[in-house]
Antibody, heavy 116, light 108 residues
Framework: EVQLLESGGGLVQPGGSLRLSCAAS????????MSWVRQAPGKGLEWVSS????????YYADSVKGRFTISRDNSKDTVYVQMNSLGAEDTAVYYC?????????WGQGTLVTVSS | EIVMTQSPAILSVSPGERATLSCRAS??????LAWYQQKPGQAPRLLIY???TRATGIPARFSGSGSGTEYTLTISSLQSEDFAVYYC??????????FGGGTKVEIK
């Protein structure tokens, strides 16, 4: 069974930075693209970023381009997202998910709150 | 950006009844569409991809159909565990992936 476990969320001040991690198990990690999707409180889903299986290809939503950096360590079966210049609009539950077209499965999510 | 519009926003259905959820895209998707179910406090779960292919482990009462810009998720006979929010998502305009605003299926 594939399992994805996010960590690294928390409270951060506006303009601050945070790095989220997603540890994967139950799959041959280095053969799958991985993605991050977020959900603001009480709102819908928003694709954030994806990374190819090798890590060479990285892709971003316009809303985070230039501020977020996705990466992966295939030796650790882990994908990351480095989030800089955070604003209130980035407050959300961040989900890690397997895939780049559709997403399956998803992790349980980690909450990022941007507030002073 | 492809805009995804789901209707209705809220669907009230009695257990055992059929539910029909709609998803409209601002341009043709060539069946590059997925559906997800999300229950309160849980992560989304993939139901359908390729507009009509059920994901692994998804019951046969869930079916997807459609083409072009119009897609439908049908739940043939609602069970108690099916009351949730459902989202459609396009991947035709990759990597600019977009989701619909969701349809909440509630107990009538």
């Amino acid at each position: 069974e594939v399992q994805l476990l996010e960590s690294g969320g928390g409270l951060v001040q506006p303009g601050g930075s945070l790095r989220l991690s997603c540890a994967a198990s139950g799959l041959t990690f280095n053969t799958y693209a991985m993605s991050w999707v977020r959900q603001a409180p009480g709102k819908g889903l928003e694709w954030v970023s994806s990374i190819s299986a090798s890590g060479v290809g990285t892709y971003y939503a316009d809303s985070v381009k230039g501020r977020f950096t996705i990466s992966r360590d295939n030796s650790k079966d882990t994908v990351y997202v480095q989030m800089n210049s955070l604003g209130a609009e980035d407050t959300a539950v961040y989900y890690c998910a397997k895939g780049r077209d559709w997403f399956d499965p998803w992790g349980q999510g980690t909450l990022v709150t941007v507030s002073s | 950006e492809i805009v995804m519009t789901q209707s209705p926003a809220i669907l009230s259905v009695s257990p055992g009844e059929r539910a029909t959820l709609s998803c409209r895209a601002s341009q043709s998707l060539s069946s590059n569409l997925a559906w997800y179910q999300q229950k309160p406090g849980q992560a989304p779960r993939l139901l359908i991809y390729g507009a009509s292919t059920r994901a692994t482990g998804i019951p046969a009462r869930f079916s997807g159909s459609g083409s072009g810009t119009e897609y439908t998720l049908t739940i043939s006979s609602l069970q108690s565990e099916d009351f949730a929010v459902y989202y459609c998502q396009q991947y035709n305009n990759w990597p600019a992936l977009t989701f619909g605003g969701g349809t909440k299926v509630e107990i009538k």
